[in-house]
């Protein structure tokens, strides 16, 4: 199943939340952690590391991977770790909401 649109920054926030990471591995965490239920194509990955850098909630900088190549490595700022507080919540009640529909008679 693909990412929701609107949900994959956060989702990508939380995966840094857990420890700096690049790319790849940050597509590795969600679909590991959703247990396959979730995957992120590159196309939309890439872009959407690029924009959370602009808007500084998250930074970037060049390191060697575990299999010895150059890889860029995103941390989560503090800025991040607060959207990321703002965007949860917003989520668990957009979620509460959906269940409370689908549980109406």
Do not use: C
């Amino acid at each position: 199943m693909d990412v929701l649109q609107g949900t994959l920054d956060m989702l990508i926030l939380k995966s840094l939340s857990l420890g700096p990471m690049h790319g790849w591995g940050v597509s590795q965490r969600i679909q590991q952690i959703s247990e396959d239920a979730l995957r992120v194509n590159q196309g939309s990955l890439y872009p959407a590391l690029h924009r959370l850098e602009h808007r500084g909630w998250i930074r970037a900088e060049w390191g060697t991977s575990e299999n010895n190549r150059r890889a860029k490595f995103y941390r989560l700022t503090v800025v991040g770790r607060r959207q990321l507080e703002m965007e949860e919540r917003a989520w668990r009640r957009f979620s509460q909401g959906v269940d409370l529909i689908l549980a109406a008679g």
